[in-house]
């Protein structure tokens, strides 16, 4: 008997010297199931077009009407597929099929195309594009997968992760008041895409509503491309919280007052910047805290700053990580306050959990990646994802392929495309065997 032919015998159950996983591998191989690594770049370099800068990169912020735009085009893309797409009232763009088995609980794939201001073309549209690849090269092959599938697109990951935390039902009614790089509130932006975020509660999923959620996405870091592997697997995401610091002190004449009689709530910031980047440099772990936005007030040359407001961010594979460095920096700010005369309030705006990755996700993921002839990694991310927020009520697991010198969120962000390629063929294959090995 030559090995085809036992395999054969073997997927279909006729042969019990094989695990139900190597069975589908076997399957796998006969059906030559692969991606169309032309099309799926081809139609990378077509959504590059949506919001597309002068620099190379794109301005498709959450909301904007470069956003809209590429929702309706994939949403297109993927009717044309069988599936049946729509917009959720958190404004996530998501498209259905029906699977074989009844009762059989669906699996979701996807990630986001929104942009930072002056980004790239691979954040979270990797992820996406590769989502409707598997979507596309299953129906070319008239596959019909015994779960349901579920193509997600998120709304507004960049600033916030909208709408994967509506799903997990961790999205604060506050936010919706928060203004966007697209000119519109929150709020405002979920209505321009078909959302209403009066019924939030309503998109909401439970714990076991979802059979798995699988993301693929770049790196957004060195270590695979310079270490020349193809596939990280992802072990967790890491947590993230976000507070607005606000320094009080006292507006004066830059002129006419005395360098001891000040209370410059500039100085007082630049020196919490300091004791920021120390902090989180000095402490044991791999957590990192940052001021990213600073602004004074009144802000004119010849006015003493009264009043400075700026971000703070920590991140950490652990939430008691997150609070152990907040908990350290706050401990030194009334030495600031004492030395400046100034006063600090800290108010608390955004949280995302820290989240592990299914363990036996990982196990297919690196075993999808070991049979097409790939080498990988187990690795931590050290960027926030949607699959954080989905992994409160489903098992996920996330790929990642390499991004070139580590560059992402600029127009220099980049990723070869035959990784591309690679990581939708994992995408594929780790889906494949879940919805056969699967409840």
């Keep these: 008997m030559d090995r085809r032919h036992f395999n054969r015998l073997a997927g279909l159950g006729l042969l019990g010297l094989q695990s139900r996983s190597q069975r589908w591998f076997d399957l796998l191989s006969d059906q030559n199931l692969e991606v169309d690594g032309a099309r799926l770049n081809d139609r990378m370099k077509m959504l590059a077009t949506f919001g597309a800068n002068v620099a190379g990169g794109i301005d498709r912020v959450a909301f904007s009407d470069a956003n809209i735009e590429a929702l309706d085009w994939m949403s297109g893309l993927l009717a044309e597929v069988g599936f049946t797409p729509s917009a959720d009232f958190a404004g996530n763009l998501i498209a259905t099929k029906p699977g074989s088995e009844s009762g059989a609980s669906p699996i979701m794939l996807g990630s986001h195309i929104d942009s930072v201001p002056g980004g790239g073309n691979y954040d979270g549209q990797i992820g996406s594009m590769g989502a409707l690849e598997v979507a596309t090269t299953l129906a070319d092959a008239g596959h019909i997968t015994r779960h349901p599938l579920e193509i997600a697109v998120f709304t507004n990951e960049e600033a916030g992760k909208t709408g ?3 799903l997990a039902g961790e999205l604060e009614k506050f936010e919706l008041d928060i203004p966007t790089a697209s000119g519109f509130t929150i709020g405002e932006g979920l209505r321009r895409l078909g959302g209403n975020p009066d019924r939030l509660e309503e998109v909401r999923r ?3 509503s979802v059979e798995a959620f699988l993301e693929l996405h770049i790196e957004q870091g060195a270590v ?3 270490d020349g592997i193809d596939v990280g ?15 009080e002190g006292k507006t004066n004449h830059a002129g006419t007052t005395p360098m001891n009689r000040r209370a410059d709530a500039m100085v007082a910031a630049a020196r919490f910047v300091d004791l920021v980047h120390t902090t989180a440099l000095q402490m044991s772990g791999r957590q990192v805290a940052t001021v990213g936005r600073l602004e004074a007030a009144p802000g004119a040359p010849n006015v003493i700053p009264g009043r ?17 460095v907040y908990n350290e920096i706050g401990g ?5 306050e ?3 005369e100034t006063q600090f309030s800290f108010e608390r705006f955004y949280t995302s959990r820290a989240a592990p990755t299914e363990m036996w996700i990982r196990d297919i993921i690196e075993r999808s990646a070991q049979g097409m002839g790939l080498s990988s990694r187990r690795m931590p991310s050290g960027a926030g994802h949607d699959a954080q927020s989905i992994a409160l009520f489903a098992p996920v697991g996330m790929i990642f392929v390499p991004s070139v010198d580590g560059i992402s969120h600029a127009p220099e962000e980049f990723t070869e495309p035959q990784d591309i390629t690679n990581g939708a063929n994992v995408l594929l294959r780790t889906l494949l065997e879940i919805d056969q090995t699967g409840s």
Excluded: C, F, P
């Design 332 to 336: 030194s700010v009334g030495r600031i």
């Design 164 to 166: 994967s935390r509506a």
């Design 233 to 247: 697997v992802v072990e967790g995401i890491v947590g993230i919280m976000r507070w607005n610091v606000t320094v």
């Design 338 to 340: 004492d030395q400046t």
């Design 206 to 208: 439970s714990e076991g």
């Design 308 to 324: 400075v407001t700026m971000t703070l961010e920590i991140r950490d594979l652990s939430m008691e990580g997150i609070e152990k």
């Design 224 to 226: 695979l491309y310079e």
